[in-house]
């Protein structure tokens, strides 16, 4: 899954969850509109074309990241 915000880095979207910024997110093609509303998700960025350079995985509640590992 991808942030609906393109971080270039996992520090940089670590660093918006923790100044409280609503993250949210979504599964790109056509598994798309399936993402679970709370419960724990992997993500990876940047977002496609580029070549991904991090990984993580996020707590979700009610569509928004809460933390990030």
Do not use: R
């Amino acid at each position: 899954m991808y942030t609906d915000q393109n971080f270039k880095t996992k520090k940089a979207l670590k660093e918006a969850v923790a100044a409280g910024n609503d993250v949210t997110y979504h599964q790109p093609g056509p598994y798309g509109g399936n993402e679970p509303a709370d419960g724990t998700i992997s993500l990876e960025g940047p977002h496609f074309p580029a070549a991904h350079t991090w990984y993580a995985q996020a707590t979700v509640v009610d569509g928004v990241i809460t933390k990030v590992k």
